[in-house]
């Protein structure tokens, strides 16, 4: 291989990963806390914020010319969301609402997070599970953790 395809293939890789660079703040995990149904109540992990990022970081969904780049279909739950960037002791979360309940189980979101110098748009697709699922689910989890009840020594009648 060549000094020039070296060079190259090295301005290649640093091209890529300059992007990387610029972008210190990210979304991580996306953890839905409501059933379908409900106002829609989920919170989105912020990652890798370095000092000073905190100040002025924002969150909406994303403009509609990223939705057509992605190849998503705008839905009109999207008018109703509503983001916060919480603390939760040393980590930011940003918490995700809606003003209407959520009545399609299927829901695909890009958001897009904006700080003093930099901005990120993330790809979110998630499901809801209908109430009584989730109850069940709780039901089930109380079960488990419920401690067996000690046995307890059967009582006769002594005969005379």
Same mark, same amino acid.
């Given at each position: 291989?060549? %000094?020039?395809? %070296?060079?190259?293939?090295?301005?290649?890789?640093?091209?890529?990963?300059?992007? /990387?660079?610029?972008?210190?703040? =990210?979304? =991580? %995990?996306?953890?839905?806390?409501?059933?379908?149904?409900?106002?829609?109540?989920?919170?989105?992990?912020?990652?890798?914020? +370095?000092?000073?990022?905190?100040?002025?970081?924002?969150? +909406?969904?994303? !403009?509609?010319?990223?939705? #057509?780049?992605?190849?998503?279909?705008? #839905?009109?739950? /999207?008018?109703?969301? +509503?983001?916060?960037? *919480?603390?939760? =002791? #040393?980590?930011?979360?940003?918490?995700?609402?809606?003003?209407?309940?959520?009545?399609?189980?299927?829901? *695909?979101?890009?958001?897009?997070?904006?700080?003093?110098?930099?901005? /990120?748009? +993330?790809?979110?697709?998630?499901?809801?599970?209908? !109430?009584?699922?989730?109850?069940?689910?709780?039901?089930?989890?109380?079960?488990?953790?419920?401690?067996?009840?000690?046995?307890?020594?059967?009582?006769?009648?002594?005969? !005379?």
């Amino acid at each position: 291989m060549g %000094k020039a395809t %070296k060079a190259a293939i090295l301005a290649a890789a640093l091209a890529l990963a300059a992007p /990387l660079a610029a972008h210190s703040a =990210g979304l =991580g %995990k996306l953890n839905v806390l409501s059933p379908l149904g409900q106002n829609l109540n989920a919170e989105i992990e912020i990652v890798a914020l +370095r000092p000073g990022e905190e100040d002025g970081l924002t969150a +909406r969904v994303a !403009p509609a010319d990223a939705f #057509s780049a992605a190849g998503i279909e705008p #839905s009109a739950l /999207l008018n109703t969301m +509503r983001f916060a960037v *919480e603390r939760r =002791g #040393s980590q930011r979360i940003l918490r995700v609402t809606t003003t209407q309940p959520v009545n399609e189980p299927f829901v *695909e979101l890009l958001v897009e997070l904006q700080w003093a110098t930099g901005r /990120l748009v +993330r790809e979110y697709t998630f499901l809801l599970d209908p !109430p009584e699922y989730k109850a069940r689910d709780t039901f089930a989890a109380a079960q488990k953790a419920k401690p067996a009840a000690p046995a307890q020594p059967a009582i006769s009648a002594a005969a !005379p």
